[in-house]
């Protein structure tokens, strides 16, 4: 089994930053790729950022020169570090994981492992 933990959330004020990490955990034979979605009460998840493992990152407009992903795929962690935050950013965010897992021999793809969460809190 794979598991995706997010943490590095937290209450910060109007402009200040936080770096979100993710670790996907378990039976990880690769990352092909994270993403970091978020979701307001009331609202729907939507998405803020992915990577692949390649490097190959793209970011929601709103995310745009503020977040930046990125990924240590030998270490199976992701980060987001966000900048320049505002009331807006207040929101659960959620890591999801690209993995390889299984065996060597009968390896398979989970296209689609979530972690529970972390809250990011921003106060004006």
């Known amino acids: 089994q794979v598991q995706v933990t997010e943490s590095g959330g937290g209450l910060v004020q109007a402009g200040g930053s936080l770096k979100l990490t993710c670790i996907a955990s378990?039976?990880?034979?690769?990352?092909?790729?994270m993403g970091w979605y978020r979701q307001a009460p009331g609202e729907q998840r939507e998405s803020v950022a992915n990577?692949?493992?390649?490097?190959?990152?793209n970011y929601a407009a709103f995310a745009e020169g503020r977040f930046t992903i990125s990924m240590n795929g030998d270490k199976n962690t992701g980060f987001l570090q966000m900048n320049t935050l505002k009331t807006d950013d207040t929101a659960t965010y959620y890591c999801?994981?690209?993995?390889?897992?299984?065996?060597?021999?009968?390896?398979?793809?989970?296209?689609?492992?979530w972690g529970q969460g972390t809250q990011v809190t921003v106060s004006s």
């Open positions: 378990g039976n990880v034979l690769h990352v092909y790729g």
């Open positions: 990577i692949t493992s390649g490097g190959l990152k």
């Open positions: 999801n994981a690209d993995v390889m897992t299984g065996s060597t021999w009968r390896p398979r793809r989970d296209r689609d492992v």
